[in-house]
């Protein structure tokens, strides 16, 4: 089992793939800097989380 995101993440990621969905996949490297280049998130954690729910998400509509 892993960690619980925040209701806040899941918003994010959410509206990120939403808004994007060709620009996520599921490499965590490529997604962490797609963040940077689209949002403008203030800390560095934030985004990683940001990234890693992302991949979770990806990784779950491929299965």
């Given at each position: 089992m892993g960690r619980v995101k925040t209701k806040n993440i899941k918003r994010v990621a959410t509206e990120?793939?939403?808004?994007?969905p060709d620009q996520f996949s599921d490499n965590f490297e490529e997604n962490k800097q797609k963040i940077e280049e689209l949002?403008?998130?203030q800390s560095k954690p934030m985004r990683n989380k940001i990234a890693g729910y992302i991949v979770a998400v990806k990784k779950r509509?491929?299965?």
């Amino acid at each position: 089992m892993g960690r619980v995101k925040t209701k806040n993440i899941k918003r994010v990621a959410t509206e990120l793939i939403d808004t994007y969905p060709d620009q996520f996949s599921d490499n965590f490297e490529e997604n962490k800097q797609k963040i940077e280049e689209l949002t403008t998130v203030q800390s560095k954690p934030m985004r990683n989380k940001i990234a890693g729910y992302i991949v979770a998400v990806k990784k779950r509509l491929v299965d």
